[in-house]
């Protein structure tokens, strides 16, 4: 995964945690990351998906009622 990726942000490590889960069991590729610099300089994890999937990805997180603070393009 590179530039046609989007970011999953989340408030906390256990939501990543939680979302790459969810994610997987949905069959969209994902990995957790650090969230990029250029999108916050706070420390924190993100979930990184295709670009492509990032509309099924927000589908199958509200399904789990897991909460996402937004999607960014990486």
Same mark, same amino acid.
């Given at each position: 995964?590179?530039? +046609? !990726?989007?970011? $999953?942000? &989340? =408030?906390?490590?256990?939501?990543?945690?939680?979302?790459?889960? /969810?994610?997987?069991?949905?069959?969209? +590729? !994902?990995?957790? $990351?650090? &969230? =990029?610099?250029?999108?916050?300089?706070?420390?924190?994890?993100? /979930?990184?998906?295709?670009?492509?999937? +990032?509309?099924?990805?927000?589908?199958?997180?509200?399904?789990?009622?897991?909460?996402?603070?937004?999607?960014?393009?990486?």
């Amino acid at each position: 995964m590179s530039e +046609a !990726c989007s970011v $999953i942000l &989340v =408030p906390s490590t256990s939501h990543a945690i939680r979302a790459e889960k /969810v994610l997987q069991r949905a069959g969209i +590729a !994902c990995k957790m $990351i650090p &969230v =990029p610099r250029h999108i916050s300089s706070d420390c924190g994890v993100c /979930v990184r998906v295709w670009r492509a999937d +990032a509309d099924a990805a927000r589908r199958a997180l509200e399904a789990a009622g897991l909460e996402i603070e937004g999607i960014c393009d990486a």
